[in-house]
């Protein structure tokens, strides 16, 4: 519910500064805020193999560069209501790469609860707006439908990944790492897309949106994701919208919808009678079943005695 507190800050930094220029200036301050702990923890990068760092490489620059850039490009293609509907689908790429990559055990109420989640969340960002049934009928383009499925899935994949690097590294240091490893990354994209410098007036809300739900939101998203199924933590987070409605109710006095209230109860009913129980990252992926070696040898078994 934190990354839902950053549009509140990014808001009054859009008019003022180019997108790619905010989210560098965010990673600055969020390398800034973090490296120091891959220092301290240089040993845990030491003893990474290069399937880990091919790991690191998906969700720094797949998931936090390029599928940002992919979903702010995808508005510019199809409608806002296509965009957010199909950026729904996030669950269904990580559910989908977490039951091919990751041996993980689901609750047993996973599956019968997994659409009351989806639907769930579904009420809380449309309401009854229903934009299923204006689907493609407002100038929507391919091309728009496309970048918001490519940033979901990748966004998919940066979960089911980062779950696989918390069995070898603490969550305090894939939560730097995932900071730095993308900030060269975001650095081309700000000077390609428009390069500017924050003022004073930018300062405030910049700091706010990076170590809030920047850093804060990570540090708590990796912390529990240590424990936590990756399929199972990818509906956690559809809670995001939770957030602009309880602060439109605290500053707006905008009451949430009927149909907002139901699809939270939903979401959150879906998670809890689930009745998920704690599944270690390093324990889950060490469980991997090993086939039982060949035998060494023909020669027949001694018998005791």
């Not at 496309?146 to 940033?151: D, E, I, K, N």
């Amino acid at each position: 519910m934190l990354w839902g507190s950053d549009g509140i800050w990014r808001s009054t930094l859009i008019g003022t500064m180019p997108s790619g220029a905010i989210v560098f200036w965010e990673h600055v301050i969020l390398v800034a805020a973090s490296g120091w702990i891959l220092w301290r923890d240089r040993r845990h990068l030491a003893a990474l193999k290069p399937s880990d760092w091919l790991a690191v490489f998906l969700i720094s620059v797949g998931a936090s560069g390029v599928a940002t850039v992919l979903f702010t490009q995808a508005f510019s293609h199809a409608s806002p209501t296509t965009v957010i509907l199909l950026q729904k689908t996030q669950p269904l790429f990580a559910i989908g790469l977490a039951s091919l990559l990751l041996p993980e055990p689901l609750p047993a109420r996973f599956w019968p609860l997994l659409p009351v989640a989806l639907l769930g969340a579904y009420l809380i960002s449309f309401g009854d707006a229903g934009p299923v049934f204006s689907l493609g009928s407002e100038g929507d383009r391919p091309s728009g439908a496309l970048l918001a499925l490519a940033a979901a899935a990748l966004w998919g994949a940066g979960t089911v990944f980062g779950r696989r690097l918390l069995a070898h590294v603490p969550f305090s240091t894939l939560t730097a790492l995932r900071f730095a490893a993308t900030l060269p990354v975001l650095a081309i994209i700000a000077v390609s897309t428009g390069w500017s410098v924050p003022g004073p007036a930018q300062l405030p809300p910049l700091f706010a949106t990076a170590l809030l739900s920047g850093l804060a939101g990570i540090l708590l998203y990796y912390w529990g994701l240590r424990n936590t199924p990756a399929a199972v933590a990818t509906l956690c987070e559809l809670m995001f919208p939770v957030t602009a409605i309880v602060v439109n109710a605290l500053v707006l006095s905008a009451a949430p919808t009927g149909h907002q209230v139901i699809g939270i109860v939903m979401l959150m009913g879906a998670l809890a009678f689930m009745r998920h129980r704690s599944a270690p990252a390093e324990e889950t992926l060490a469980s991997t079943p090993v086939p039982p070696a060949p035998p060494t040898s023909s020669a027949p078994a001694l018998s005791a005695g």
